[in-house]
C-alpha cells in the first residue's frame, strides 16, 4: 500500500508538471506572435536572459548575474587577499552555472515551444552524410591522426596501407 505522504508528494509533482508544461506552451506561443522567426528571437538573446531569465530564476542568480569580478591577473585581482580570489574564483564559477541554466532555458523557449523544427526539418549540423563519406571521412581522421601520433604505432605504415586500400574498395 502506498502512503498518503507518496501519493500527495508525487501527485503534486505531476501536476506542477503538467502546468509548467502549458506555461511553457504559452511562452512560447506569445514569442513566436512577437518574433518573426527563430533567428530574430535569437538576435535578442543576451537581453532576453537579462531581463526576463536571470531575474525569473531568482535573487540569488541575479546577484551572481551582477556581481563584478575583476579578471584574473588584473592589478585589483593581484592585490586582493587570498580569501577575496577565492571568493572572486566561486563567484566565477557560479556565473558559469548560471549561465548555462539559461542557456538551456533560452534554448527550450526557442527550440521546443516558439520555434520548434519539423521531425522532416534537419539543419545543416544534423546532416547525415551516406555511409561512404562517412567511412572516407573518418579515415582520413585516423590516418592524420596516425601520422601527427608523437609515439609512432610500430606497424603505422601497414594500418596506413590498410586505410588506403579500405578507401579504394569503398569508392570502387
Known amino acids: 500500500m502506498i502512503s498518503s505522504n507518496v501519493k500527495k508528494t508525487s501527485t503534486d509533482a505531476i501536476q506542477s508538471e503538467l502546468k509548467s508544461s502549458k506555461k511553457w506552451k504559452e511562452a512560447g506561443a506569445v514569442i513566436a506572435a512577437e518574433y518573426e522567426n527563430a533567428e530574430a528571437f535569437t538576435a535578442i538573446k543576451d537581453e532576453y536572459l537579462d531581463e526576463v531569465v536571470y531575474p525569473a530564476m531568482g535573487d540569488e542568480a541575479l546577484r ?3 556581481a563584478e569580478v575583476p579578471r584574473k591577473g588584473s592589478k585589483e585581482w593581484n592585490a586582493a587577499s587570498g580569501t577575496q580570489q577565492a ?6 564559477t557560479a556565473k558559469i ?6 542557456n538551456s532555458l533560452f534554448a527550450r523557449v526557442r527550440d521546443r515551444y516558439a520555434f520548434p523544427k519539423s521531425p522532416d526539418d534537419k539543419g ?3 546532416k547525415r552524410t551516406d555511409d561512404t563519406t562517412y567511412c572516407l571521412e573518418r579515415n582520413a581522421q585516423c590516418e592524420k591522426r596516425l601520422q601527427k ?3 609512432a604505432h610500430k ?8 586505410y588506403a586500400e579500405i578507401n579504394k574498395l569503398l569508392m570502387g
Open 149 to 151: 601520433a608523437e609515439v
Open 124 to 126: 545543416a549540423d544534423q
Open 97 to 102: 552555472g548560471v549561465r548555462g541554466s539559461a
Open 87 to 92: 571568493a572572486w574564483a566561486a563567484l566565477n
Open 155 to 162: 606497424n603505422t605504415g601497414k594500418i596506413l596501407a590498410l
Open 64 to 66: 551572481i548575474m551582477r
